[in-house]
């Protein structure tokens, strides 16, 4: 308790009070962008990107620091894109989930065909920090852990990677680049929708929204009712500088969607709800759970629905 409480004191202090356009910085990708060819596809591409993060942490504690900073792995942000040829397109950035980040298994997670081909979409599936090819081999990533001070650089380190890509895609020719995620994927996603004021649309899906939530939910909280209320507190004052309740929302409520599994018990619905009313967003719920997520083509039929009123889908 005594640590929780001392990070969050600390976290009240410069530059973790900082607006977001300081905390998050002046992302952008650095020197090369290196590019491979994965395959072709009827009518475009797939390609993989990879780029210097250039992330420094905002810790000033050299421990804190040297362990961030120690795996060579995470220097490097990745993603793989899948483009049209014809021109560029409006792009939906998707972006995974705790343990996540291997291609193969995010191009079956997500319903890239159907994104692609029948929406007319690009699409870009980022690695967040420590996960897939930016981890340890055999190692569970760094981040998140049960360390908030780590917790909080890797999510900074997340909103980071995504504006520097969000600004490539633009600076390559997307007129328009929104941000899709499924549960930490959709705690990113929601983070995002309050630092960056360039996304074109926000769609957390089955998201965590906070960590003491589920700290709490999953049992994680010892002691008497009020003990596990002060661990609670504290875990989410600790969290506070890189909370998607710490700051106002930063795009249009009308680009905003949440999706949400009536049979999830990683995420349950409460977290999408709390999310949806800090954001003042509507909230799909579709009955399946996490990782089984029936019925969700109708959450992702109402995302079409979204980006066709918002005049980024091609009449069909």
């Known amino acids: ?45 797939v390609i993989d990107v990879r780029w210097r993060s250039g992330y420094s942490p905002a810790a000033a504690d050299p421990e804190v620091r040297r362990r961030y900073l120690a795996p060579p792995a995470n220097e490097w942000a990745a993603a793989r894109l899948w483009l049209h040829a014809d021109r560029p397109r409006p792009t939906a950035i998707l972006i995974h989930g705790y343990l996540g980040g291997s291609y193969r298994v995010e191009e079956r997670a997500w319903p890239v065909r159907w994104m692609f081909e029948r929406l007319g979409l690009d699409l870009a599936i980022p690695v967040l920090p420590f996960h897939g090819a930016r981890g340890a081999r055999g190692k569970r990533p760094l981040f998140p852990s049960s360390d908030p001070r780590i917790n909080v650089e890797g999510f900074r380190q997340a909103i980071w990677d995504l504006i520097s890509l969000r600004r490539a895609l633009m600076e390559r020719g997307a007129e328009a680049v929104g941000a899709m995620g499924m549960s930490l994927g959709g705690y990113t996603t929601a ?17 965590l929204a906070s960590i003491a939530d589920f700290a709490r939910d999953a049992g994680r909280l010892v002691g008497s009712e009020d003990e596990q209320r002060a661990q609670h507190a504290a875990l989410e004052q600790a969290h506070w500088p890189v909370s998607p309740f710490a700051r106002p929302v930063c795009v249009d409520r009308s680009r905003l969607l949440i999706l949400a599994g009536e049979a999830d ?16 967003a509507p909230v799909r719920v579709f009955p399946g759970g996490h990782l089984l997520q029936f019925g969700r083509a109708e959450g992702f039929r109402e995302v079409a629905r979204m980006l066709r009123d918002l005049e980024l889908l091609q009449p069909r």
């Not at 983070?191 to 998201?207: K, N």
């Not at 018990?265 to 003042?280: K, V, W, Y």
């Open 1 to 45: 308790m005594e640590a929780l409480e001392a990070i969050g004191v600390l976290h009240a202090e410069a530059p973790f009070d900082a607006p977001p356009e300081v905390f998050f910085g002046s992302a952008g990708v650095r020197g090369a962008w290196e590019e491979q060819h994965v395959r072709a596809l009827p009518g475009g591409r």
């Open 265 to 280: 018990r990683i995420t349950p619905a409460s977290h999408a709800e709390r999310l949806a009313a800090h954001f003042g």
């Open 191 to 207: 983070l995002a929708m309050t630092a960056d004021r360039e996304l074109a649309f926000g769609v957390p899906m089955i998201p």
